[in-house]
């Protein structure tokens, strides 16, 4: 039992190439997250799934877009990527039952755009 | 849309004092309340939450209250330990289907042996 993974753990990209983080989860839960975190700004909501075939925007959606593949799948695209969105993304998965929830994170991509 | 403001963001206590780090919420409406821990390289860690219709909830040394009138919620820790060192973020959310959990901008907790 993995948990969440993410890959890559690091990258180093140039201002207006574009990159997919790919994030899988064993756990059988229905709803994914993407987070950005950002020095002194905490966990910003860039988009989410809350079951398979559905997406939503977050806080931060502006130029990132995202797919559900499956129940166990959701990857982040930066189509263009831009230095402003230098930082640690972390993607994450929500257990729910009855009274009980809770988010389980992967372990994060830390991302530079130069 | 819901803001959650946290402070302070940086605290320093000795070991076997206790730490206290406070949040405010904007929405009414929002009604559960989660914290979680951030140790260096990883991902945050659930460690306690209350929701809107209890005022306090405790679980060893760590405990959380809850003041709805005035939207705010703090995280208590005692007897602190130098494995206490992390980052600390709360968290508010409405529990509807849509389920967005906007968390406070963190607390660099260093606890000094």
């Known amino acids: 039992n993995a948990g969440v993974t993410q890959t890559p753990k690091f990258q180093v990209l140039k201002t207006g190439q574009s990159m997919t983080l790919q994030c899988a989860q064993d756990m059988n839960h229905n709803s994914m997250y993407w987070y950005r975190q950002d020095p002194g700004m905490g966990l910003r909501l860039i988009y989410y799934s809350a079951s398979e075939g559905t997406t939503d925007k977050g806080e931060v959606p502006n130029g990132y877009n995202v797919s559900r593949l499956n129940k166990r799948e959701f990857s982040l695209r930066l189509e263009s990527a831009a230095p402003s969105q230098t930082s640690v993304y972390f993607c994450a998965s929500r257990y729910e039952t009855g009274s009980r929830e809770k988010l389980f994170f992967g372990s994060g991509t830390q991302l530079s755009v130069l | 849309g819901e803001n959650v403001e946290q402070h302070p963001s940086t605290l320093s206590v000795q070991e076997g004092d206790s730490a206290v780090i406070k949040c405010t919420y904007s929405?009414?409406?929002?009604?559960?309340f989660p914290w979680y821990k951030q140790e260096l390289g990883k991902g945050p860690q659930l460690i306690i939450d209350?929701?809107?219709?209890?005022g306090e909830k405790k679980d060893q040394r760590i405990a959380v209250t809850l003041n709805k009138t005035a939207k705010h919620f703090s995280l208590h820790i005692t007897e602190t330990q130098p494995e206490d060192s992390a980052v600390y973020f709360c968290a508010a959310s409405i529990r509807d289907s849509s389920y967005k959990l906007i968390f406070g901008s963190g607390t660099r907790l260093l606890v000094r042996p």
């Open positions: 929405d009414s409406a929002s009604n559960y």
């Open positions: 209350i929701r809107s219709n209890v």
